[in-house]
């Protein structure tokens, strides 16, 4: 979350995009749920008996997620690491992406029965595919 939001202030001080897609992208998801688990951790010392109720780890993926995007738009491009883990969420996250449907039939059902696969599978199955992905995209680079 720190270098969230040093990228998030680099973002705002520097690029356009930023407060026509960030900005609004932040405030629709709320700026609390962005940051409130780091919030929590940070703050810890003032309330050392609180809980922290719900975490999705999940939610971890996304917020790396954002850190890219954000990265992307200050430097222009991304690492080949940063460009396997963007391949690796459109591909572990493909509803949220709003990818369009494959004119292949056959081919888009094996796709959407693959990413069901895939999330059943557990988190190890999810981090190797990843891994794998970083990989090849180092490889290729």
Not at 43 to 66: C, K, M, V, Y
Not at 98 to 115: G, P, Q, T
Not at 125 to 135: K, T
């Amino acid at each position: 979350m720190a270098a969230f939001g040093i990228l998030n202030d680099l973002a705002a001080a520097r690029t356009i995009d930023y407060h026509m897609s960030f900005r609004p992208l932040f405030t629709k998801i709320g700026w609390s749920h962005l940051t409130g688990a780091a919030n929590f951790l940070k703050h810890a010392d003032r309330d050392p008996e609180a809980i922290l109720t719900s975490f999705d780890p999940r939610e971890n993926h996304w917020r790396i997620g954002f850190c890219l995007l954000l990265y992307r738009s200050v430097q222009g491009t991304l690492t080949p690491t940063m460009a396997a883990f963007h391949n690796w969420m459109v591909i572990r996250y493909p509803d949220e992406f709003r990818l369009a449907e494959d004119d292949d039939k056959a081919f888009e059902e094996a796709y959407r029965h693959s990413i069901r696969v895939l999330k059943e599978s557990g988190q190890d199955v999810e981090m190797f595919l990843l891994n794998a992905v970083a990989l090849a995209v180092k490889a290729w680079a």
